[in-house]
C-alpha cells in the first residue's frame, strides 16, 4: 500500500503561479512511477507530469514549457511547479504513484487549482 497526500492547491489569477506537493507513505520503495493527473469540470482525466519507470519525465503538451516537476528522494515528495497559469488549468489536481511489487496504482484525495480573475 501506498499513502499520497497533496497540498499547495488554491485560487491564483491568470499568469501566476502555484506549486503542489505530495508526500508518499507506505511500500515507496516498490513504487515505479509518480506523478500528476488532473480532471476538469466536464472533461476526461488528463495526465499532466510523471516520472516515469524508465526514468524520463513526461509532460502533456498544453503545460510544456510552464508546468515542471520534480521530487526530493529524502523527503519522498514529488512537486508540481505550475507557472503562467491559465484559466484552463482549472482542475482537480491529483497525485499518482505505480508500484512494482504488488502491482498497484495509488491515487492521493486530490487538490483544487482554480485559475480566476
Known amino acids: 500500500q501506498v499513502q499520497l497526500v497533496e497540498s499547495g492547491g488554491g485560487l491564483v489569477q491568470p499568469g501566476g503561479s502555484l506549486r503542489l506537493s505530495c508526500a508518499a507513505s507506505?511500500?515507496?520503495?516498490?513504487?515505479?512511477?509518480m506523478g500528476w493527473y488532473r480532471r476538469a469540470p466536464g472533461k476526461q482525466r488528463e495526465r499532466v507530469a510523471i516520472?516515469?519507470?524508465?526514468?524520463?519525465?513526461n509532460y502533456a503538451d498544453s503545460v510544456k514549457g510552464r508546468f515542471t516537476i520534480s521530487r526530493n528522494n529524502a523527503k519522498n515528495t514529488v512537486y508540481l511547479q505550475m507557472n503562467s497559469l491559465k484559466f484552463e488549468d482549472t482542475a482537480v489536481y491529483y497525485c499518482?504513484?505505480?508500484?512494482?511489487?504488488?502491482?498497484?496504482?495509488?491515487w492521493g484525495q486530490g487538490t483544487q487549482v482554480t485559475v480566476s480573475s
Open positions: 499518482y504513484a505505480l508500484t512494482d511489487v504488488p502491482p498497484g496504482d495509488y
Open positions: 507506505g511500500n515507496i520503495f516498490s513504487m515505479s512511477a
Open positions: 516520472f516515469t519507470s524508465g526514468g524520463t519525465t
